[in-house]
C-alpha cells in the first residue's frame, strides 16, 4: 500500500498532468479555430476577386460584352478595347498576375497597347481586375463574367498608371462602368426592363460618369434627379441618378451598408451578386414588392430570386469575414498636418465646437445601431433616400476618406471637398466656425485610417 506522502506525489503529478493536457488542447483548439478563421478569410478573397457567381451567361451570353472587347478582328464586333482604353476607363491591371518576361517587354514600351490582343493575353492571364474571361478552344473570347473586385478594389499604380499591386476594398473611383456597360452589342435586357429603346438606354449609362453606378435604376427607372438641392439652395437640375462607388474596408461594427442603408454588408453581397451582377442565386426581400415604390422590382419578381443551383449563398459567409478583415488604410506621411489634424479632433468631439462624433462616433464613425437620418436633418433633398426602402440617408463611416477623394462626397458627389462638407455643415447647424477651424477639421478628417498600411496583399 502506498504511504500518504507517496500518493500525494502522484496526485500532484496526475493534477499537473491534468493541467498540462486541459492547456495543450485548448491550444490546439485555439489553433483549429486560428486556421479556420484564416481559411474562411483566404476563401473569401477568392470569391471577392475572382468569383463571377455565374454571371458570365449575363455579361457574355445576354449582352454578348465580350464581343465588344475581342472586336471583329478576333471574331467579335467593332473595334475591339485595347488595354489603352481599358484603362482609360478605369479598369486595373494586377502587376503581380504579369510574367517577369512581360513585365520587362511593358516597361521597354515593346507592347503595343492600343491593340486589343494585348487585352485578350490580359484576360487569359486573369490581370484584369474584377474581370474575368471565358475563353473557347481555339483561343477566341467565348464569354465574360465579373466580379466584386470590379469595384471595390484598385491598383497602388507602382508599376504605371492603373497598374500595380491589388488594393481591396477600394472604392474604383475611376472605373466609368457605364461606357463599359453601354459598349454591349445587345442592351435589350435593359431595354426591355426599362421600357426605352436602346438609345435612350446608352444615354441613361453614358450619363453616370467616372466612379459612378446607379443600383437602383434596375428597380425603380429612375435615371435622373429631377432637382438636386441643398441647405435649401438648388445646386443642379436633372442630375444623373448615379451615386459613387464606396469603400468596401472598415465595415467591421458597422451597421447598415450603402448610402441609404438598404442593409447589412451580406444583405448587400446578396443583393448586389442576384440582381446587379446577374449571379445565380436565391434572394428574398419582400420590400421589393411594393410597385409604387418599386414598379420595375415588383414586375419582375426582383423580391424573391429563385434558381435551381445557389452560386451565391453558399459562399456569403466567407465574403462577408474577407470584407470585415479589410481595415480602412492609414493615409501617407505627409498627407495632412498633424498638429492641425489635432485641433480638427477636439472639434470633431462630441463636446467640441463642430460636434460631428454626436453621428460619427469613433471608433466606427458612425452611429453604433441604427446609422440613419432624414433628409431634412441632412439638409439635402430626398432623391436617393425615396428611392431606398427606409426613406433616409447613412450615416458614411469616414475611416479612409483620403482613399475616395475623386469625385466628390456625399452619395452623389455633391460637393467636390471634404471643405464644401464642412461648410455644408457650419451653414446647417449654425456652427459659427472660422476658417482656421475648418481647416483644421478638414486635416483631422484626411487623417482618419486604421490599417497596416496601404497595400493588400
Known amino acids: 500500500m502506498l504511504n500518504q506522502k507517496t500518493f500525494h506525489i502522484r496526485l500532484i503529478y496526475s493534477g499537473a498532468l491534468l493541467l498540462i493536457l486541459a492547456f495543450v488542447f485548448a491550444v490546439l483548439a485555439t489553433q483549429a479555430k486560428a486556421k479556420q478563421t484564416a481559411n474562411l478569410i483566404a476563401e473569401g478573397k477568392q470569391i471577392f476577386r475572382f468569383d463571377t457567381f455565374g454571371d458570365e451567361d449575363f455579361w457574355g451570353g ?5 464581343q465588344a472587347i ?3 478582328q478576333f471574331g467579335g464586333v467593332g473595334p475591339g478595347v485595347s488595354p489603352a482604353t481599358a484603362l482609360a476607363v478605369g479598369l486595373k491591371v494586377d502587376v503581380e498576375a504579369l510574367p517577369k518576361p512581360l513585365q520587362r517587354q511593358l516597361k521597354q514600351g515593346k507592347v503595343d497597347l492600343n491593340d486589343p490582343a494585348v487585352t485578350l493575353a490580359l484576360l487569359k492571364l486573369n490581370a484584369v481586375v474584377g474581370v474575368t474571361g471565358f475563353f473557347n478552344d481555339d483561343g477566341s473570347l467565348g464569354s465574360m463574367g465579373i466580379q466584386c473586385a470590379l469595384c471595390h478594389s484598385t491598383v497602388d499604380d507602382s508599376f504605371a498608371p492603373g497598374i500595380g499591386r491589388r488594393l481591396d476594398g477600394w472604392a474604383n473611383r475611376d472605373l466609368n462602368v ?5 459598349l454591349s452589342p445587345d442592351l435589350s435586357p435593359f431595354e426591355e426592363l426599362l421600357g426605352v429603346d436602346r438609345d435612350t438606354v446608352i444615354a441613361v449609362l453614358n450619363s453616370w460618369g467616372p466612379g459612378k453606378f446607379d443600383a437602383e435604376l434596375v428597380l425603380d427607372g429612375k435615371a435622373f434627379n429631377p432637382q438636386q438641392v441643398s441647405n435649401g439652395v438648388v445646386t443642379g437640375t436633372n442630375v444623373s441618378g448615379a451615386t459613387l462607388i464606396p469603400p468596401a474596408f472598415g465595415l467591421a461594427g458597422v451597421n447598415l451598408h450603402t448610402w441609404t442603408g ?6 448587400w453581397n446578396a443583393f448586389v451578386a442576384n440582381i446587379e451582377m446577374h449571379g445565380k442565386g436565391n434572394f428574398y426581400d419582400p420590400r421589393l414588392d411594393n410597385a409604387a415604390q418599386f414598379p420595375i422590382a415588383a414586375a419582375n419578381g426582383f423580391g424573391d430570386i429563385r434558381n435551381p443551383v445557389d452560386l451565391i449563398t453558399p459562399k456569403l459567409p466567407a465574403l462577408h469575414v474577407y470584407q470585415l478583415s479589410l481595415l480602412a488604410p492609414r493615409p501617407p506621411d505627409g498627407s495632412f498636418d498633424p498638429e492641425a489634424a489635432a485641433r480638427g479632433q477636439a472639434l470633431f468631439a462630441a463636446d467640441g465646437k463642430a460636434n460631428c462624433a454626436s453621428c460619427h462616433v469613433p471608433p466606427l464613425f458612425t452611429e453604433p445601431g441604427w446609422n440613419l437620418h432624414s433628409p431634412t436633418e441632412m439638409g439635402i433633398d430626398s432623391f436617393q433616400a425615396d428611392r431606398s426602402p427606409d426613406l433616409m440617408y447613412r450615416t458614411a463611416p469616414l475611416m479612409g476618406l483620403w482613399t475616395h477623394t475623386t469625385g466628390g462626397f456625399y452619395h452623389d458627389g455633391r460637393f467636390a ?4 462638407v464642412v461648410n455644408h455643415y457650419d451653414t446647417l447647424f449654425s ?3 472660422t ?5 483644421d477639421l478638414v486635416e483631422y478628417l484626411k487623417s482618419l485610417g486604421d490599417g497596416p498600411g496601404k497595400m493588400s496583399d
Open 262 to 267: 438598404w442593409g447589412s454588408v451580406p444583405y
Open 62 to 66: 445576354q449582352l454578348q460584352l465580350h
Open 178 to 182: 457605364g461606357a463599359i456597360v453601354a
Open 435 to 439: 476658417d482656421a477651424e475648418k481647416a
Open 70 to 72: 475581342q472586336g471583329e
Open 431 to 433: 456652427l459659427g466656425m
Open 417 to 420: 471637398t471634404l471643405l464644401d
